[in-house]
Structures are given as structure tokens and as C-alpha cells.
């Protein structure tokens, strides 16, 4: 990273259970490689719920999207999209090995209790490929430590932040100000403090929002 590139802001907002968020960070991640050394990208995930109803226990997988869809076809088809689109930027998804979908309250507060972005990033994409490349049951403590183990290494510290009550009625405030705040689908990009981008956009139109920005930057400076 070159010493004169800029912070430069990005937060993201989404749920670890959803396929598209995968997708937009990886899509993000492409664009970066593109801008290169003219920015430090401060990346932040803000957590989002697709589905806080679902009970802490978890429902079955496909049970749960076949409602959501209204029919096994349309699921299908929607999964071999989603694959397709996996398969040229990286991303194996396993739909079938999926065995529950997950409340995601608490991998959010385990997120949100770690105290670098860096750490905070880490963590999001261990989820993300237990969830959708690995097929891990996210319902399960034991299996969700496993996965943060890399990231928090101290057992008391996760346990600590897993059954921190305060911590998750904070995520439930976040979302909710997402949501007054007229945001109903992720993913949902706020890049450099100013512009919006919703959904898993390609690569070039991230790379076009941040060269927006930092031109405006460079007209400020000059102004001024």
C-alpha cells in the first residue's frame, strides 16, 4: 500500500446467510485489485437480518428458501444462477450441503466484539465459507467456535461476546436504523461516506463510484 493513498471508507452492510453478500464482497475485493494503491480501504460490515424469525435452533435449509420462493423449481433456479456466478469469482457454493438456516443474531455480535475491522473482515469470510462453501451448522456453538477459533483464539473471550445480551440487542438497533433508513435488501454498499451502491454489482462499478469520490476529493483540495 502506498504511503500516500487515502483512508477511504467503505461499510457493508449484510447478513452472513446471504448468498448475494458473499458474492458483492467478492465482487468488492475485484474492484480493490483494480483501484490498486490509490486508496486504504477502511472496509466495515454492518449487520443486516434477512430472516430474524427463524428460532436460534435453526430450520431446515431448503424448508426454509422452498417458503420463501413459493416452489422447488424456482429455488433451483435461483441456486444454479448463484453457482454459476460463484464459479468465475471464486466462490464454490455447496446449496445442498447446507443444513439449516441460521439466525445470524449472534455471529453478528461475535463480528461486532472483535476490535480491529481487520479481525472483523477475517471473520465474516470464515462464515461465509462455513455457511455456503463448507456446509457447516451455524446453529451449533461448538461448530461456530471452531470457525472464529483463527480469529478470537481465547475460548473465555468468545463465550463472553456468544452470550453477551447488551451486544445483541445493539445489533437489533443497527438493523433497525438500517431499515428506517429506507434499506430492505442487501447487499448495501456506502462507499467513501457518500454514495451508495445496493446489490452484488460488478467489479466496475465499484471501481467507478471510488474514482467519483476521490476526483471530488481532488476538486475540494483544489478549491480550498
Known amino acids: 500500500m502506498s504511503t500516500n493513498s487515502e483512508p477511504f471508507s467503505i461499510d457493508i452492510v449484510s447478513d452472513v446467510a446471504c448468498p448475494w453478500c458473499y458474492v458483492g464482497k467478492k465482487k468488492l475485493e475485484l474492484a480493490l485489485q483494480t483501484v490498486g494503491d490509490k486508496i486504504d480501504p477502511q472496509v466495515r460490515w454492518r ?14 435449509y431448503k424448508e426454509h428458501l422452498t417458503q420463501k420462493f413459493g416452489s422447488l423449481d424456482r429455488l433451483d433456479g435461483a441456486w444454479q444462477r448463484l453457482t454459476e456466478i460463484g464459479k468465475g469469482i471464486g466462490i464454490s457454493f455447496q446449496f445442498d450441503a447446507i443444513p439449516k438456516a441460521t439466525n445470524t443474531l449472534v455471529l453478528h455480535a461475535l463480528v461486532a466484539g472483535l476490535s480491529t475491522l481487520e479481525e472483523q473482515a477475517k471473520l465474516v469470510d470464515l462464515f461465509f465459507a462455513a455457511n ?14 471452531k470457525v472464529a477459533e483463527p480469529v478470537y483464539k481465547d475460548r ?12 445483541k440487542e445493539h445489533i437489533r438497533q443497527e438493523i ?18 457518500k454514495y451508495a451502491v445496493s446489490g452484488a454489482q460488478d467489479p466496475s462499478v465499484f471501481v467507478e463510484v471510488i474514482e467519483t469520490v476521490l ?10
Open 47 to 60: 449487520p443486516f437480518q434477512l430472516s430474524p424469525e427463524i428460532p436460534e435452533s435453526g430450520i431446515d
Open 132 to 145: 455456503f462453501t463448507e456446509g457447516k451448522d451455524l446453529t451449533d456453538k461448538e461448530v461456530v467456535w
Open 156 to 167: 473465555t473471550k468468545f463465550d463472553s461476546v456468544f452470550a453477551d445480551p447488551e451486544l
Open 176 to 193: 433497525l436504523y438500517y431499515h428506517q433508513n429506507g434499506i430492505s435488501g442487501v447487499p448495501y454498499f456506502i462507499v467513501g461516506g
Open 215 to 224: 476526483k471530488e476529493r481532488e476538486s475540494e483540495k483544489q478549491s480550498q
